[in-house]
């Protein structure tokens, strides 16, 4: 069973900057996508950024967080960084990592992301 570690969440003050990283626990064969999704209190998950693994991969980002945040992969590693700057108060969710193969789905437990104003 493959899992998603996932790994850098916290507590940061408005401007501030964290960076979360998520790997697979072992190497799975066509990964065609890694991303990040966040779901606040009583709001529904929504798509952060997300980055393919197919040659020339592209990556696409929430409006909100064009600018700001930036995804960018490892595909030896199979891991994907989210490199989170100018963090403000409503970025605070738990952020969850995801993957996608040719058979299904797969996400990691979430880490919290704190943003104090």
């Known amino acids: 069973q493959v899992q998603l570690v996932e790994s850098g969440g916290g507590l940061v003050q408005a401007g501030g900057s964290l960076r979360l990283s998520c790997a697979a626990s072992?190497?799975?064969?066509?990964?065609?996508?890694m991303g990040w999704y966040r779901q606040a209190p009583g709001k529904q998950r929504e798509l952060v950024a997300v980055?393919?693994?197919?040659?020339?991969?592209?990556?696409n980002y929430a409006d909100s967080v064009k600018g700001r945040f930036t995804i960018s992969r490892d595909n030896a590693k199979n891991t994907v960084y989210l490199q989170m700057n100018s963090l403000k108060p409503e970025d605070s969710a738990v952020y969850y990592c995801?993957?996608?193969?040719?058979?299904?789905?797969?996400w990691g437990q979430g880490t919290q992301v704190t943003v104090s104003s």
């Open positions: 995801n993957l996608k193969h040719s058979y299904g789905s797969i």
């Open positions: 072992r190497s799975i064969f066509s990964i065609n996508a």
């Open positions: 980055a393919g693994f197919t040659s020339g991969g592209s990556t």
